[in-house]
């Protein structure tokens, strides 16, 4: 094991600059949109009765959970490209 390599992890990833970019935003979107509080502070619209703010929240929860399988699927291909 090396220094930076504790416990069989290694922080090195390899891949191209375009795909680490690509899991970059796919982690970064979630967190600049959820971090926007007036962007989905309303009430209006409502969706089957629910305020905006909790439909829109619950849609990028899914959103988002997509978006980190995306990242994580990707990161692990850049893993196996060793």
Same mark, same amino acid.
Not at 11 to 14: Q, S, Y
Not at 53 to 63: C, G, H, I
């Given at each position: %094991?090396?220094e $930076?390599?504790?416990?069989?992890?290694s =922080? #090195?990833?390899?891949g191209?600059? $375009?795909?680490k970019?690509?899991?970059?935003?796919?982690l970064?979107?979630?967190l600049?949109?959820?971090?926007?509080?007036?962007?989905?502070?309303?009430?209006?619209? !409502?969706? %089957? $009765? =629910?305020?905006f703010?909790?439909?829109? #929240?619950? +849609?990028?929860? +899914?959103?988002s959970?997509i978006m980190? =399988? $995306?990242a994580?699927l990707?990161?692990?291909? %850049? !893993?196996?490209?060793?």
């Open positions: %094991m090396t $930076g390599d504790s416990a069989g992890i =922080l #090195e990833t390899k191209t600059a $375009g795909q970019i690509i899991v970059a935003i796919l970064l979107i979630p600049i949109v959820f971090s926007i509080t007036p962007l989905y502070n309303h009430v209006k619209p !409502e969706l %089957m $009765g =629910l305020p703010f909790y439909w829109f #929240e619950t +849609v990028w929860l +899914v959103v959970a980190f =399988l $995306g994580a990707l990161l692990n291909k %850049m !893993e196996g490209s060793k």
